[in-house]
C-alpha cells in the first residue's frame, strides 16, 4: 500500500496564479484533511471531509477551497494565490482520531 | 475548547542523555492524546497515543508518554537520546466538540537536537 500520496511534492506559482494539490490514499479512509505548516505555528487545519462528497472548513479555509468527488481522493485549488499561501501542505487521512499524514507540498508564490 | 502548548520550541540535548518534551492540553471533553514525529522534509508519523486505559502508554523508538489528568499533561519522555532521534515533535489532542470529525488540535511543535 502506498498509503497517503501527494501530488506534486514542490511547485512554485506567481500572485493570482491557480493550481490544485491532489492527495491519494489507497487505506480506504473515510475522514481526510488539509493542513498547512508554517514555522513555529504547527499545523493548521484548512479543510476537512468526513467522507465522500462531504466537506467542511477548518481553521484556515479563507483562499482555499476543496473537493472530495471520490473517496479516495482529496483535491485542496488555490484559487488566485497570494506570498501569504506559501507554505508546506500536508494532507492527513484517518478512520479515527489517528491520523496517516502524506509527504507534504512545498509551495511558493512569488 | 481544545487547546495544546508545548514548552520550549527547541531542546537540545546530549546523546545518551534523558529527553522530555513537554506537553499540556486543555480539554472540556476526556482527551485523546497523541505524539507525532516529523523528520525533515518528511511527513508527520505517530509515534504514540493516548484514548483510554493504562495512563503509561509505550511508542515506537523507545518514546513513552503518561497522561496525568490532573496536571493535564502528556509528556513525552526517552531515557536515552540517539543521533536518529533529532527532528521536530508534535503534541495533539482530539478536537471532540461538534459531532464526529476527528479532527485533531496540534501544538506548535518541539524541535529536538542531540549533541555527540
Known amino acids: 500500500n502506498a498509503g497517503v500520496t501527494q501530488t506534486p511534492k514542490f511547485r512554485v506559482l506567481k500572485t493570482g496564479q491557480s493550481m490544485t494539490l491532489l492527495c491519494a490514499q489507497d487505506?480506504?479512509?473515510?475522514?481526510m484533511y488539509w493542513y498547512r505548516q508554517d514555522p513555529g505555528m504547527g499545523l493548521r487545519l484548512i479543510h476537512y471531509?468526513?467522507?465522500?462528497?462531504?466537506?467542511a472548513k477548518g481553521e484556515v479555509p479563507d483562499g482555499y477551497n476543496v473537493s472530495r468527488l471520490k473517496k479516495q481522493n482529496f483535491l485542496l485549488g488555490l484559487e488566485s494565490a497570494a506570498p501569504s499561501q506559501t507554505s508546506v501542505y500536508f494532507c492527513?487521512?484517518?478512520?479515527?482520531?489517528?491520523?496517516?499524514f502524506g509527504p507534504g507540498t512545498r509551495l511558493t508564490v512569488t | 475548547a481544545q487547546s495544546v502548548t508545548q514548552l520550549g520550541s527547541h531542546v537540545s540535548v546530549s546523546e545518551g542523555a534523558l529527553v522530555l518534551l513537554r506537553c499540556n492540553y486543555s480539554s472540556s471533553v476526556p482527551p485523546y492524546l497523541f505524539w507525532y514525529v516529523q523528520y525533515p522534509n518528511q511527513g508527520l508519523q505517530l509515534l504514540l497515543k493516548?484514548?483510554?486505559?493504562?495512563?503509561l502508554v509505550k511508542g515506537i523508538n523507545g518514546f513513552e508518554a503518561e497522561f496525568k489528568k490532573s496536571e493535564t499533561s502528556f509528556h513525552l519522555t526517552k531515557p536515552s537520546a540517539h543521533m536518529s532521534d533529532a527532528a521536530e515533535y508534535f503534541c495533539?489532542?482530539?478536537?471532540?466538540?461538534?459531532?464526529?470529525?476527528?479532527?485533531?488540535?496540534f501544538g506548535t511543535g518541539t524541535l529536538l537536537a542531540v549533541q555527540p
Open positions: 495533539a489532542v482530539s478536537d471532540r466538540v461538534g459531532g464526529a470529525t476527528n479532527k485533531l488540535i
Open positions: 487505506m480506504n479512509h473515510e475522514y
Open positions: 471531509s468526513v467522507g465522500e462528497g462531504t466537506t
Open positions: 492527513a487521512g484517518g478512520q479515527t482520531y489517528e491520523q496517516y
Open positions: 493516548y484514548t483510554t486505559g493504562a495512563t
